[in-house]
């Protein structure tokens, strides 16, 4: 029952999973910086009930300071660090390939080195199932090609599973590379599809459909993730990477009509381009997910959603 380190932790993933560590009497550390990327305010709300338990330490600072990292690892002492902290998002990366280098690449390998010298022994970070690339071959298993990346982003996931190997190979760290599959439910990320969408949809504003609706990704619901996470904290061993998704695939139009009729407000659907960078489908094969941890997702993007626009239209109210 170690202590865990939870980089990036006031974000959608990294604030729900403080929350189930906090709540199963764990000891948590944040590391996080809240940077401008979206509304640092939406953060510090993601941490209010986290910061009220005696359990839970903040650090507010950037996983790239060598120094405050050296610190942290040395001061907390942590038995694991979950790795969440990332410069995210497929198109802004391709705004801005050099910081998604440098926070993406650089800052993971800074974390590592700081895990090595004061001898934290077990990694779980957060990979991106963007690796796959336009893989043709479907569902993606953790065995295929991902060698293709098509945004910086994605490569800079990929870099981070290769800088964990190296870790694992010369260090004897115990690392799992977590591929997340378009995670989704309530504090999502503003600019994310489902959250878009539904702000416009209720605002009778202009839906965005980039190309003809048709690409296809496979959502999955935080409480799943949170779960699985919590199953790995305390199994890491070894090298491994790992698919988290629901393993069912919805196409954009079809998210659009579900998200339309939650809201019981019509979509008035632009068509536009696709998008460089932006993948034709997502789809998990966790059948090692489930041989490791024992993974079976229990909700489905029409189960999720519900609690999602219950938690938006709370939000939208108390604005």
């Not at 974390?111 to 077990?122: F, K, V």
């Amino acid at each position: 029952m170690g202590k865990i380190l939870v980089t990036g932790g006031a974000g959608f993933i990294g604030s729900h999973l403080i929350d189930r560590l906090l709540a199963a009497g764990r000891e948590v550390t944040c590391l996080d910086l809240f940077d401008d990327f979206y509304d640092p305010a939406i953060k510090r709300r993601n941490l209010a009930a986290a910061r009220s338990s005696p359990l839970f330490h903040l650090v507010e600072g950037d996983i790239r300071d060598e120094r405050l990292v050296e610190d942290v690892l040395r001061e907390e002492d942590p038995d694991v660090l979950v790795h969440l902290a990332a410069r995210a998002g497929v198109r802004p990366s391709i705004e801005k390939p050099l910081l998604y280098q440098d926070v993406n690449v650089r800052g993971t390998a800074l974390l590592l080195e700081a895990c090595r010298r004061q001898g934290t022994r077990r990694f779980l970070f957060a990979s991106s199932s963007s690796v796959y690339g336009n893989n043709r071959k479907v569902p993606f298993s953790e065995k295929d090609s991902v060698d293709h990346p098509v945004s910086p982003y994605a490569a800079t996931k990929k870099a981070g599973e290769l800088l964990g190997y190296t870790y694992h190979h010369l260090h004897g760290l115990h690392f799992w590379a977590l591929r997340l599959f378009t995670v989704f439910g309530p504090r999502q990320r503003p600019e994310m599809a489902i959250h878009k969408f539904t702000r416009l949809i209720d605002r009778g504003e202009e839906v965005p459909q980039f190309g003809d609706g048709s690409s296809r990704r496979d959502y999955t619901y935080i409480d799943d993730i949170t779960e699985a996470l919590m199953f790995c904290i305390d199994r890491i061993e070894g090298y491994e990477i790992i698919n988290l998704g629901e393993s069912r695939t919805t196409t954009l139009a079809e998210l659009i009509e579900l998200i339309s009729n939650g809201l019981g407000k019509p979509a008035r659907v632009r068509v536009l381009p696709a998008q460089p960078g932006d993948v034709e489908q997502t789809w998990a094969d966790i059948r090692r997910a489930a041989e490791l941890i024992g993974y079976r997702p229990r909700f489905t993007v029409e189960e999720g959603i519900r609690p999602f626009l219950d938690w938006y239209l709370r939000e939208r109210k108390g604005a």
